[in-house]
């Protein structure tokens, strides 16, 4: 009995090790700072992010606002995955302002501090097409609809292959064999006939190709342009110029705003990048496949906009 004891005791310890380890409740200090998504919140602290995962909860309080420090105790959530991913998943339990002193130990006596953004928007055209095809076959019979569609489909894998050129990437999206009902007042369904559905997406880099893939596409049998779309693959570059822009535009207005204190800008204290939004992709939704396999597909490629903030907080001396 006293070993008995002795291992249930043991056992007993070893849970409430496992329960504690799996305990994820922290206290985080930090400011508040929307995310790129529409309507979400962060807490900065220091180079940690925490997204806020009941943020409607205190969006009501006077003191909820960007760039408020706040004391938040709660759980993480490794668990959740959100759109953007931006900053750890955090359920907030308690959360209060943190009243923060007028001046510090680092503060150079006659000088300010004052907290500006940057935004910019950047064009970029896009480097990766995407379109979506598909053969559409119906027959009173299953199985002859599903052979002529596998027949159709066939010819336009080729043909959309031999038109996008190499590199092209072609793959099969999605496919459908379904029964056509005739509904009648009063009477149960009846199936008429079946239909087929293949379609078949090709993504390529050159973007001049994109009208002849779909020209040949309908010629070998493709009756459905589902999508066409463009999409920015290579955005670095682009992500860069936005990222520089917005930093400009808010020392900018550090500038203007020691100009109007008579006074100059003395340092940059501390920098946060508020995120970049990558480009959408721009999609073109009008049906080309009905078109005379004679009259060549205009395809026109639209820019793209790539958006991006900073916020810096600057000290200033002037005549103050």
Do not use: H
């Not at 420090?69 to 959530?77: D, I, P, S």
């Not at 535009?249 to 970049?276: C, H, N, P, T, Y």
Request: with cysteine; aromatic share 4%; glycine share 8%.
């Amino acid at each position: 009995m006293k070993r008995l004891f002795v291992i249930t005791c043991a056992v007993a310890m070893v849970m409430m090790s496992s329960l504690t380890s799996f305990a994820k409740e922290i206290t985080v200090r930090g400011r508040l700072q929307p995310t790129v998504e529409s309507g979400g919140w962060l807490i900065v602290s220091g180079s940690d992010k925490y997204l806020i995962l009941n943020a409607r909860k205190y969006q009501n309080e006077s003191w909820f606002k960007e760039s408020t420090q706040v004391e938040a105790v709660g759980e993480t959530k490794p668990d959740v995955v959100t759109t953007q991913m931006e900053g750890t998943p955090f359920e907030v339990r308690t959360m209060r302002p943190i009243e923060q002193p007028a001046t510090t130990g680092n503060d150079t006596p006659g000088t300010t501090k004052v907290t500006v953004a940057g935004d910019a928007v950047v064009q970029a055209q896009p480097d990766t097409a995407i379109v979506t095809v598909s053969v559409v076959t119906q027959n009173k019979q299953a199985i002859a609809a599903q052979q002529e569609n596998a027949a159709k489909s066939d010819a336009v894998v080729r043909a959309v292959k031999a038109a996008a050129g190499a590199g092209a990437e072609v793959k099969t999206s999605g496919y459908s064999l379904q029964p056509q009902r005739i509904y009648k007042e009063g009477q149960p369904p009846t199936i008429s006939g079946y239909e087929a559905r293949n379609s078949v997406t090709v993504t390529m880099g050159d973007l001049n190709r994109v009208g002849a893939v779909i020209d040949a596409a309908a010629t070998a049998g493709a009756n459905d342009v589902t999508g066409v779309s463009f999409t920015l693959r290579q955005d670095k570059s682009a992500r860069a110029r936005a990222l520089a822009e917005a930093t400009r535009e808010a020392m900018d207005k550090a500038k203007v705003i020691a100009q109007a204190l008579g006074g100059r800008v003395v340092r940059i204290l501390e920098v946060q990048e508020g995120g970049v939004q990558r480009p959408a992709p721009v999609n073109q939704t009008e049906s080309y496949a009905m078109r005379s396999a004679a009259a060549s597909t205009p395809i026109e490629v639209g820019s793209m906009e790539i958006n991006s903030r900073v916020q810096l907080i600057a000290e200033v001396e002037g005549n103050l």
